[in-house]
């Protein structure tokens, strides 16, 4: 609908939302995102000053990394259902740009993090431009083939560390000692959680979050009602790939160093994992996923020592029984409640118009 | 409720409070009627209240409670291999060929079901004369994919897949949807040749003037339930 | 000259593994719709197993290998049972592009997992089928097991092509793959062929893992690697074809090898994986996948 036609339309008292069963009204204001932003900087900040440098906030900070990544992937994978598997790589450029430019050319954590996301923003372009050309499963293919490559690269260049990696990853900010830098460092890594979380629920509640979703369901569908497929595409591509960046850039300070392991395969399915489980349309999901899943592969031997069977039944169970993940039951159980709620609350006004004498408010029959 | 079966002709199909549900949407509430054999008989109504269904249940290929006997043989629920076997097929809505096979494969598949053969080519031959004699466009078709058939060419290959399964009692959903009027024409040809055997017919159509230029009679559905058990043509 | 024989031998031989695991992919994605991306994890059962019954367990070999095939079809069909048929035969579950790879890629992850807490780390090596020292003409070198994998995957390759080409039954298994509902409705068990081609795909694919891990030797990782070249060779064939299949994977593997032997040892995958790439997103027609409009 255009500018004049909603407002025409709002002047004769029409709804003037666009359609959908989910309500993406075009808001100037909407004041979620900030929120989300502003909450979970908070909240993690004061969760990690709570943990004061133990092994255990160094464990939360490495999930906040990952859920840097996996909230892009919310976007990528749950709403457009773009199916990349690159991310690992660009945490890749993330770390791995990180530490180069501060080992090899003395850059300050702050300038190394600006330029590994403007690395990330122009190769995600270039590679974008390229890539989101090719169908679906085309572009599924070839981003499984990226790993490897990527991987193989890594390992084989001895300028990039070879097998043993870059040491000494600067951290975010510093502190007096070992663990009030890990505290701070870990408050800025929130902080840039928050901000991505952020930046894509604003795009998930935008009408560009709406076109994504058309898009999604069915291209056709996409392209008749205006969207350019191709530019959303490549937006939605940039987008996750830059955050992975981001996610890179924050394992590597946390850690004080960059390994190959961070570009295999076994980073990507981590990462797979992380989303489809937590539920891949959710943004708390895929925070929570994140850092859950990540303290528990780092914490009992059990669990760590098995985590391939334990990851494979739960992706099956999850596939089988709630493909939105552990959020679209919490949704769902939730869900139940509001429903139950609303129907109540439709007899009782449903009632009341009754008894003022007005038509009754009956549901069509038949299809 | 139903007259009784004529006691000149046994029952060629018998349907016995056919219900179907979606989940917790009902399309069909409760449809009983019977078809002698050699009948023709058009199941009418608007769409989006039920025909479709009825007959997609009937054929085994969604679940439903009620009963269907093919010339007095119990149908199990949601097996259409037993209703081929028993005689009974379907020609769906919109056709469901095998975009990248061949119209001879099709085709050939439709008697898969009775086929003991082992051989592609030799299950061919043993229907290929019976269809391409009903269908003799086709003999120029047959090695082309089915994907790159124009509508009309898909619904003649769809008929004679339907044919290859030795039918005896032969249930078409909408068979003229998105044809042009002279394929809509040609099919309806066909049909009137079919009615003049002892095939057995139970037609979906949406428009009654056309079902009823081959229909013997008419039933009627409206919200799920057969409205009216007899109209005579 | 020999050494350019001999890359081809070598190539051939991994390329009978990457040709003969696309033509399972393909065969199988034909009938389903679903991409098998466990299908190196059963190749790795089947070496991995293969030489622990024999030699853990003391069986006599060709027990062995009967067990081990047995088993990895049980561990098939289960899988079917259990999850594939929840998923499309109850219509439960995920759908559309997510249900091309992530069910089969949870199988994976389960086998892996399976095999590193009863395998362990090692690396294993099932017993040669055709022992003794690689043969030679001149300066030609090429292993027994090599001429094996070759060979069988020709076969292979033949019979599969054979069977959905001239039998009815190949006819209908493609048919569940076009049409579910075109299927059912001439009375073909989509359920049927689906579980059938899973479990023979499955076992096909042991049965090479037994005979080619002689050459490379097997740990509960090796399976991820194979797979995804196998995906690539079914994709050059549009998922479709066996007979292709098993070209490209040929192709592919005598790539590797005259990339490692006269461009560079260490960066041959490096280079073999961009080139897939670039042929993957510039032309993905190659794949039988047409470039999108807009």
Not at chain 1, 231 to 246: C, H, I, M, N, T
Not at chain 1, 255 to 260: E, K
Not at chain 1, 317 to 339: F, K, W
Not at chain 2, 191 to 211: F, G, K, Q, R, Y
């Amino acid at each position: 609908m255009t500018e004049q036609g909603t407002a025409a339309a709002a002047a004769a008292g029409q709804d003037t939302r666009p359609p959908g069963a989910a309500v993406h009204r075009v808001r100037r204001r909407d004041p979620v995102p900030l929120a989300a932003a502003i909450g979970i900087t908070v909240l993690g900040g004061l969760i990690l000053a709570g943990m004061n440098g133990s092994y255990l906030g160094l464990t939360v900070t490495t999930g906040v990394g990952y859920a840097i990544v996996t909230v892009g992937m919310v976007l990528q994978l749950g709403y457009s259902r773009q199916l990349a598997f690159s991310q690992s790589v660009f945490m890749g450029v993330g770390g791995y740009g990180t530490a180069v430019l501060e080992t090899k050319y003395g850059f300050s954590s702050i300038e190394s993090l600006l330029a590994v996301i403007a690395l990330a923003a122009v190769i995600s372009l270039l590679m974008g431009a390229v890539v989101t050309r090719a169908p679906g499963l085309a572009l599924a293919l070839a981003t499984l083939l990226l790993p490897l490559f990527i991987y193989q690269l890594a390992t084989y260049s001895s300028w990039l560390g070879s097998f043993s990696g870059i040491n000494g990853v600067l951290p975010f900010l510093t502190g007096p000692d070992y663990e009030s830098t890990l505290v701070r460092s870990g408050i800025v890594s929130v902080l840039l959680l928050g901000l991505a979380a952020g930046l894509v629920l604003r795009v998930m509640r935008s009408g560009i979050g709406l076109q994504l979703m058309a898009m999604a369901e069915d291209e056709r569908l996409g392209e008749s009602i205006g969207v350019s497929l191709r530019q959303r595409r490549l937006e939605v591509f940039v987008l996750g790939s830059v955050l992975a960046a981001v996610g890179g850039a924050v394992l590597a300070s946390a850690q004080g160093l960059v390994t190959p392991d961070l570009i295999n395969e076994s980073t990507q399915i981590t990462l797979l994992l992380m989303v489809f489980v937590a539920g891949r349309k959710s943004i708390a999901g895929a925070i929570l996923g994140a850092i859950v899943i990540e303290y528990l592969t780092t914490s009992t031997s059990f669990i760590s020592t098995n985590i391939g069977i334990i990851e494979g039944i739960a992706l099956l169970l999850i596939l089988l029984v709630e493909p939105d993940g552990v959020a679209g039951a919490v949704d769902r159980l939730l869900g139940r409640r509001t429903d139950q709620w609303a129907s109540s609350l439709r007899s009782w006004s449903a009632g009341r118009l009754r008894a003022r004498g007005g038509g009754s408010v009956g549901s069509g029959s038949g299809v | 409720m139903l007259p009784p079966v004529s006691p000149s002709g046994p029952a060629a199909l018998e349907v016995e409070g056919v219900s179907v549900s979606y989940g917790k949407f009902v399309a069909v509430e409760s449809v009983t009627f019977s078809v002698r054999a050699g009948e023709c008989v058009a199941v009418i109504g608007p769409n989006g209240h039920g025909k479709s269904s009825m007959v997609t249940a009937v054929a085994g290929l969604v679940r439903r409670g009620g009963v269907v006997r093919v010339f007095g043989r119990t149908l199990p629920v949601g097996s259409p291999g037993a209703a081929v076997r028993a005689g009974l097929v379907l020609v769906p809505e919109r056709r469901h060929l095998y975009p990248e096979l061949t119209t001879r494969d099709n085709i050939m598949l439709g008697g898969y079901s009775r086929t003991k053969r082992i051989s592609a080519r030799q299950a061919w031959e043993d229907v290929s004369g019976g269809v391409l004699d009903m269908f003799p466009e086709l003999a120029r078709l047959l090695d082309q994919k089915a994907g790159t058939l124009s509508g009309g060419q898909q619904q003649m290959v769809a008929l004679a897949r339907a044919m290859a399964a030795g039918p005896r009692v032969l249930l078409l959903d909408e068979p003229c949807l998105g044809l042009a009027e002279a394929v809509a024409r040609r099919v309806y040809d066909w049909l009137a040749e079919m009615t003049s055997t002892d095939m057995t017919i139970v037609l979906v159509e949406e428009n009654p003037v056309h079902a009823l230029l081959v229909a013997d009679r008419a039933v009627r559905m409206y919200k799920g339930l057969v409205e009216r058990p007899e109209v005579t043509a | 000259m020999s050494e350019f024989l001999n890359l081809l031998a070598a190539g051939l031989t991994s390329g009978g593994i990457y040709g003969i695991f696309g033509a399972c992919l393909a065969v199988w994605f034909r009938v389903s719709n679903v991409l098998n991306l466990a299908v190196g994890d059963f190749a790795m059962f089947g070496a991995i197993g293969t030489a622990w019954l024999v030699q853990t367990g003391g069986l006599p070999f060709g027990f062995g290998i009967v067990a081990d095939l047995a088993g990895v079809g049980l561990v098939a069909w289960l899988f079917d049972r259990l999850v594939l048929h929840f998923a499309f035969d109850r219509g439960k579950g995920a759908h559309g592009i997510v249900s091309v790879f992530f069910y089969t890629f949870g199988l994976s992850l389960v086998l892996e997992g399976a095999a590193r807490a009863m395998f362990g780390t090692d690396v294993f090596a099932a017993p040669a089928i055709w022992p003794g020292a690689a043969l030679a003409i001149a300066d030609f070198h090429v292993q027994r097991a090599g001429v094996l994998v070759i060979a069988l995957a020709i076969v292979s390759g033949l019979v599969l092509w054979s069977y959905l080409r001239f039998t009815v039954s190949g006819r209908a298994a493609s048919a569940c793959g076009e049409s579910v509902l075109g299927a059912r409705i001439v009375g073909i068990d989509s359920a049927k062929f689906r579980r059938r081609i899973f479990v023979v795909t499955a076992v096909l694919a042991a049965l090479f893992g037994i005979v080619e891990s002689p050459i490379t030797g097997y740990t509960y990782m090796s399976g991820p690697t194979i797979s995804l070249i196998g995906v690539v060779a079914a994709g050059f064939a549009s998922f479709r074809r066996p007979g292709r299949a098993v070209a490209a994977g040929l192709a592919i593997g005598v790539a590797e090898a005259m990339l490692g032997g006269y461009v560079s040892t260490g960066y041959n995958d490096v280079l073999l994986y961009a080139i897939l790439f670039g042929i993957i997103i510039f032309r993905p027609e190659v794949l039988g996948l047409g470039a999108e409009p807009a």
